[in-house]
Protein backbone atom coordinates (compact mmCIF):
# COMPACT_ATOMS: atom_id res chain seq x y z
CA UNK A 1 0.00 0.00 0.00
CA UNK A 2 1.05 2.81 -0.88
CA UNK A 3 1.16 5.69 2.21
CA UNK A 4 -0.48 9.81 2.01
CA UNK A 5 -1.81 12.24 3.56
CA UNK A 6 -4.05 14.60 1.62
CA UNK A 7 -6.17 17.30 3.41
CA UNK A 8 -8.43 19.45 1.71
CA UNK A 9 -9.53 22.99 3.59
CA UNK A 10 -9.12 21.09 6.81
CA UNK A 11 -10.96 22.78 9.58
CA UNK A 12 -10.60 22.23 13.74
CA UNK A 13 -12.97 24.56 15.85
CA UNK A 14 -13.40 23.76 19.65
CA UNK A 15 -16.57 24.87 20.71
CA UNK A 16 -16.14 26.70 24.20
CA UNK A 17 -19.22 26.04 25.99
CA UNK A 18 -18.21 28.24 28.98
CA UNK A 19 -16.71 31.08 27.80
CA UNK A 20 -16.57 34.33 29.44
CA UNK A 21 -17.74 35.98 26.63
CA UNK A 22 -18.35 39.65 27.44
CA UNK A 23 -14.54 39.81 27.46
CA UNK A 24 -13.90 38.13 24.48
CA UNK A 25 -12.75 41.29 21.99
CA UNK A 26 -14.10 40.29 18.67
CA UNK A 27 -11.57 39.46 15.45
CA UNK A 28 -8.57 40.26 17.90
CA UNK A 29 -5.84 38.48 16.83
CA UNK A 30 -3.13 37.67 19.94
CA UNK A 31 0.19 36.49 19.39
CA UNK A 32 -0.08 32.78 20.91
CA UNK A 33 -3.59 31.11 19.95
CA UNK A 34 -6.20 30.25 17.33
CA UNK A 35 -8.71 32.88 16.82
CA UNK A 36 -11.47 33.17 19.06
CA UNK A 37 -14.81 33.69 16.98
CA UNK A 38 -18.06 32.60 16.86
CA UNK A 39 -19.71 29.60 15.07
CA UNK A 40 -23.44 29.24 13.45
CA UNK A 41 -25.00 28.41 16.65
CA UNK A 42 -23.50 31.65 18.23
CA UNK A 43 -21.38 29.57 20.76
CA UNK A 44 -17.87 30.56 21.26
CA UNK A 45 -14.99 28.44 19.49
CA UNK A 46 -11.22 28.81 18.91
CA UNK A 47 -10.67 28.22 15.43
CA UNK A 48 -7.86 25.78 16.10
CA UNK A 49 -6.99 24.91 12.34
CA UNK A 50 -8.51 27.25 9.30
CA UNK A 51 -8.11 25.50 5.38
CA UNK A 52 -5.56 23.24 6.15
CA UNK A 53 -4.78 21.90 2.08
CA UNK A 54 -1.43 19.54 2.50
CA UNK A 55 -0.86 16.42 0.29
CA UNK A 56 2.44 14.30 1.74
CA UNK A 57 4.18 11.44 -0.19
CA UNK A 58 6.15 8.77 0.61
CA UNK A 59 9.49 9.88 2.13
CA UNK A 60 8.20 13.33 2.65
CA UNK A 61 9.57 14.41 6.04
CA UNK A 62 7.88 18.09 7.01
CA UNK A 63 8.90 20.42 10.18
CA UNK A 64 5.73 22.43 11.40
CA UNK A 65 7.18 25.72 13.15
CA UNK A 66 4.76 28.34 14.79
CA UNK A 67 3.95 30.25 17.78
CA UNK A 68 2.24 28.37 20.95
CA UNK A 69 -1.33 27.78 19.96
CA UNK A 70 -0.68 28.18 16.68
CA UNK A 71 -2.06 24.65 16.23
CA UNK A 72 0.65 22.41 15.08
CA UNK A 73 -0.65 19.66 17.68
CA UNK A 74 -4.02 20.13 16.66
CA UNK A 75 -2.52 19.06 13.38
CA UNK A 76 -0.72 15.92 14.00
CA UNK A 77 -4.16 14.80 15.97
CA UNK A 78 -5.80 15.75 13.01
CA UNK A 79 -3.90 13.56 10.53
CA UNK A 80 -3.96 10.75 13.70
CA UNK A 81 -7.60 10.76 12.94
CA UNK A 82 -7.75 11.89 17.25
CA UNK A 83 -9.99 14.91 16.05
CA UNK A 84 -12.11 14.77 12.45
CA UNK A 85 -12.25 17.96 11.00
CA UNK A 86 -15.13 20.41 11.44
CA UNK A 87 -15.51 21.20 8.06
CA UNK A 88 -12.94 20.60 4.69
CA UNK A 89 -11.36 17.03 4.76
CA UNK A 90 -8.27 14.70 5.81
CA UNK A 91 -7.47 11.28 3.99
CA UNK A 92 -4.85 9.39 5.76
CA UNK A 93 -3.98 6.53 4.10
CA UNK A 94 -0.74 4.16 6.04
CA UNK A 95 -0.40 2.66 9.76
CA UNK A 96 0.09 6.06 11.58
CA UNK A 97 2.16 5.68 14.56
CA UNK A 98 1.86 9.10 16.65
CA UNK A 99 4.27 9.78 19.11
CA UNK A 100 2.63 12.56 21.23
CA UNK A 101 3.20 12.10 24.93
CA UNK A 102 5.79 9.34 25.82
CA UNK A 103 4.09 8.25 29.16
CA UNK A 104 0.41 7.40 27.30
CA UNK A 105 0.10 4.08 26.79
CA UNK A 106 2.05 2.81 30.36
CA UNK A 107 1.04 1.13 33.44
CA UNK A 108 3.07 1.75 36.78
CA UNK A 109 2.04 -1.27 38.00
CA UNK A 110 3.00 -3.70 35.51
CA UNK A 111 7.01 -4.41 34.82
CA UNK A 112 8.82 -2.72 32.43
CA UNK A 113 9.45 -5.52 30.63
CA UNK A 114 5.47 -5.93 30.07
CA UNK A 115 5.37 -1.53 29.41
CA UNK A 116 7.78 -1.94 26.37
CA UNK A 117 5.32 -4.88 24.61
CA UNK A 118 2.17 -2.73 25.38
CA UNK A 119 3.64 0.63 24.60
CA UNK A 120 4.60 -1.45 21.59
CA UNK A 121 1.28 -2.74 20.73
CA UNK A 122 -0.19 0.88 21.57
CA UNK A 123 1.97 1.75 18.31
CA UNK A 124 0.41 -0.52 16.22
CA UNK A 125 2.88 -3.57 16.47
CA UNK A 126 2.11 -7.09 17.25
CA UNK A 127 3.05 -8.99 19.89
CA UNK A 128 4.98 -11.22 18.12
CA UNK A 129 6.98 -8.21 16.30
CA UNK A 130 7.40 -7.25 20.08
CA UNK A 131 8.58 -10.32 21.39
CA UNK A 132 11.32 -10.74 18.54
CA UNK A 133 12.60 -6.86 19.58
CA UNK A 134 12.00 -6.82 23.47
CA UNK A 135 16.32 -7.79 24.28
CA UNK A 136 17.70 -5.17 22.24
CA UNK A 137 15.36 -2.72 24.01
CA UNK A 138 16.09 -3.69 26.96
CA UNK A 139 19.76 -3.54 25.98
CA UNK A 140 19.45 0.12 25.20
CA UNK A 141 17.41 1.29 28.23
CA UNK A 142 20.51 0.00 30.14
CA UNK A 143 18.09 -0.57 32.74
CA UNK A 144 19.25 -4.19 33.78
CA UNK A 145 17.03 -5.61 36.90
CA UNK A 146 14.95 -2.71 36.88
CA UNK A 147 13.16 -4.33 33.58
CA UNK A 148 11.54 -6.88 36.27
CA UNK A 149 10.28 -4.15 38.70
CA UNK A 150 7.24 -2.33 38.01
CA UNK A 151 6.62 1.12 36.38
CA UNK A 152 5.89 2.94 39.66
CA UNK A 153 9.93 2.44 40.88
CA UNK A 154 11.29 4.05 38.06
CA UNK A 155 12.37 8.10 37.73
CA UNK A 156 10.45 10.02 34.20
CA UNK A 157 13.98 9.96 33.34
CA UNK A 158 13.79 6.05 33.23
CA UNK A 159 10.20 6.00 31.70
CA UNK A 160 11.52 8.04 29.00
CA UNK A 161 14.47 5.19 28.03
CA UNK A 162 11.73 2.52 27.75
CA UNK A 163 9.48 4.74 25.57
CA UNK A 164 12.36 5.90 23.41
CA UNK A 165 13.18 2.39 22.90
CA UNK A 166 10.17 1.20 22.23
CA UNK A 167 9.42 4.18 20.02
CA UNK A 168 12.80 4.05 18.07
CA UNK A 169 12.02 0.03 17.32
CA UNK A 170 9.16 -0.07 15.27
CA UNK A 171 8.68 0.36 11.23
CA UNK A 172 5.74 3.03 11.09
CA UNK A 173 4.36 4.07 7.71
CA UNK A 174 3.48 7.67 9.08
CA UNK A 175 5.22 8.45 12.31
CA UNK A 176 3.85 11.83 14.34
CA UNK A 177 6.10 13.46 16.46
CA UNK A 178 5.41 15.86 19.03
CA UNK A 179 8.35 18.09 20.52
CA UNK A 180 8.22 16.22 24.18
CA UNK A 181 10.56 13.87 22.89
CA UNK A 182 13.25 16.52 23.21
CA UNK A 183 13.20 16.54 27.03
CA UNK A 184 15.55 13.44 28.00
CA UNK A 185 19.41 14.01 29.27
CA UNK A 186 21.74 14.68 27.46
CA UNK A 187 23.75 11.95 27.45
CA UNK A 188 21.31 9.39 26.64
CA UNK A 189 19.43 11.98 23.71
CA UNK A 190 22.87 11.33 22.59
CA UNK A 191 22.40 7.68 22.13
CA UNK A 192 18.79 8.09 21.03
CA UNK A 193 19.67 10.72 18.65
CA UNK A 194 20.81 8.03 16.14
CA UNK A 195 17.99 5.92 16.83
CA UNK A 196 15.49 8.23 16.25
CA UNK A 197 17.33 9.69 12.97
CA UNK A 198 17.39 5.58 11.74
CA UNK A 199 13.50 5.74 12.48
CA UNK A 200 12.85 8.33 10.69
CA UNK A 201 14.81 6.83 7.58
CA UNK A 202 12.99 3.87 8.25
CA UNK A 203 9.04 5.59 8.42
CA UNK A 204 7.56 6.68 5.02
CA UNK A 205 6.34 10.02 6.23
CA UNK A 206 7.06 11.92 9.39
CA UNK A 207 5.31 15.35 10.40
CA UNK A 208 7.23 16.94 13.27
CA UNK A 209 6.64 19.47 15.59
CA UNK A 210 9.32 21.18 17.35
CA UNK A 211 10.49 24.29 18.85
CA UNK A 212 14.17 23.60 18.52
CA UNK A 213 15.62 24.10 15.03
CA UNK A 214 18.91 21.53 15.35
CA UNK A 215 16.04 18.91 15.92
CA UNK A 216 13.98 19.96 12.73
CA UNK A 217 17.21 19.98 11.02
CA UNK A 218 18.33 16.85 11.80
CA UNK A 219 14.92 15.32 10.70
CA UNK A 220 13.16 16.76 8.36
CA UNK A 221 13.76 18.38 4.91
CA UNK A 222 11.17 20.54 4.39
CA UNK A 223 8.86 22.79 6.86
CA UNK A 224 5.79 24.32 7.15
CA UNK A 225 5.54 27.82 8.98
CA UNK A 226 1.46 27.19 11.33
CA UNK A 227 0.43 30.81 11.86
CA UNK A 228 -2.82 31.53 13.93
CA UNK A 229 -4.14 27.74 12.70
CA UNK A 230 -3.06 28.53 8.54
CA UNK A 231 0.11 27.43 6.41
CA UNK A 232 1.83 30.43 6.36
CA UNK A 233 4.61 29.25 4.88
CA UNK A 234 5.88 26.23 2.89
CA UNK A 235 9.25 25.37 1.97
CA UNK A 236 12.73 24.51 2.28
CA UNK A 237 13.47 24.11 6.37
CA UNK A 238 16.04 26.96 5.71
CA UNK A 239 14.07 29.91 3.84
CA UNK A 240 10.73 28.73 6.57
CA UNK A 241 12.50 29.38 10.17
CA UNK A 242 14.38 32.10 8.40
CA UNK A 243 10.98 33.63 7.65
CA UNK A 244 9.47 32.16 10.60
CA UNK A 245 12.20 33.41 13.40
CA UNK A 246 14.59 35.64 11.86
CA UNK A 247 18.29 35.33 9.68
CA UNK A 248 20.17 34.05 12.70
CA UNK A 249 17.78 31.19 12.96
CA UNK A 250 17.67 30.66 9.43
CA UNK A 251 21.94 30.78 9.40
CA UNK A 252 22.00 28.58 12.30
CA UNK A 253 19.99 25.96 10.33
CA UNK A 254 22.16 26.57 7.10
CA UNK A 255 24.94 25.55 9.03
CA UNK A 256 23.36 22.56 10.66
CA UNK A 257 22.47 21.52 7.46
CA UNK A 258 26.14 21.82 6.24
CA UNK A 259 27.16 20.05 8.98
CA UNK A 260 25.02 16.68 8.46
CA UNK A 261 25.84 16.54 5.19
CA UNK A 262 29.32 16.85 5.63
CA UNK A 263 29.24 13.93 8.23
CA UNK A 264 26.79 12.20 5.93
CA UNK A 265 29.83 12.06 3.10
CA UNK A 266 31.86 11.18 5.53
CA UNK A 267 30.14 8.10 6.52
CA UNK A 268 29.20 7.32 2.88
CA UNK A 269 33.48 6.74 2.19
CA UNK A 270 33.26 3.82 5.08
CA UNK A 271 29.58 2.41 5.01
CA UNK A 272 28.70 0.70 8.09
CA UNK A 273 26.86 -2.15 8.80
CA UNK A 274 24.29 -0.35 10.43
CA UNK A 275 23.76 1.75 7.48
CA UNK A 276 23.78 -1.08 4.95
CA UNK A 277 21.21 -2.42 7.44
CA UNK A 278 19.42 0.60 7.16
CA UNK A 279 19.13 0.64 3.25
CA UNK A 280 18.11 -2.51 3.51
CA UNK A 281 15.11 -2.67 5.70
CA UNK A 282 14.23 0.85 3.62
CA UNK A 283 13.61 -1.44 0.53
CA UNK A 284 11.64 -3.99 2.87
CA UNK A 285 8.93 -1.59 4.50
CA UNK A 286 6.02 -1.21 2.31
CA UNK A 287 6.08 -4.81 1.05
N1 LIG B 1 -8.94 20.62 23.60
C1 LIG B 1 -8.96 21.92 23.30
N2 LIG B 1 -10.00 22.71 23.65
C2 LIG B 1 -10.03 24.02 23.33
N3 LIG B 1 -9.06 24.66 22.66
C3 LIG B 1 -7.99 23.94 22.28
C4 LIG B 1 -7.87 22.54 22.58
N4 LIG B 1 -6.69 22.09 22.09
C5 LIG B 1 -6.10 23.16 21.50
N5 LIG B 1 -6.88 24.26 21.62
C6 LIG B 1 -6.59 25.61 21.08
O1 LIG B 1 -6.24 25.43 19.72
C7 LIG B 1 -5.19 26.31 19.36
C8 LIG B 1 -4.03 25.49 18.79
O2 LIG B 1 -3.42 24.73 19.83
P1 LIG B 1 -2.25 23.67 19.56
O3 LIG B 1 -2.06 22.90 20.81
O4 LIG B 1 -2.54 22.94 18.33
O5 LIG B 1 -1.01 24.65 19.31
P2 LIG B 1 0.54 24.32 19.13
O6 LIG B 1 0.96 25.03 17.88
O7 LIG B 1 0.79 22.88 19.21
O8 LIG B 1 1.17 25.09 20.38
P3 LIG B 1 2.50 24.84 21.27
O9 LIG B 1 3.66 25.26 20.44
O10 LIG B 1 2.26 25.77 22.42
O11 LIG B 1 2.50 23.40 21.66
C9 LIG B 1 -4.86 27.12 20.61
O12 LIG B 1 -5.51 28.37 20.52
C10 LIG B 1 -5.43 26.29 21.75
O13 LIG B 1 -5.87 27.16 22.75
Redesign the pocket.
Known amino acids: MTVSIDTHSACVD ?1 P ?1 FDAKTRSLKKAFLGK ?3 TIGRNASDVVV ?1 E ?2 RDITLSLREGDRVG ?1 V ?10 L ?1 LLAGIYEPTRGSAVVRGRVAPVFDLGVGMDPEISGYENIIIRGLFLGQTRKQMASKIDEIAEFTELGDYLDMPLRTYSTGMRVRIAMGVVTSIDPEILLL ?2 GIGAVDAEFMKKARTRLQELVKRSGILVF ?1 S ?1 SNEFLAQLCDTAMW ?1 DH ?1 QVRQQGGIEDVVRAYEGDDAGDHVAHILRELAASDSERDGTASDSERDGTASDGERGA
Do not use: W, Y
Open positions: FIAGGVALLGHNGAGKSTLRDEAHIG
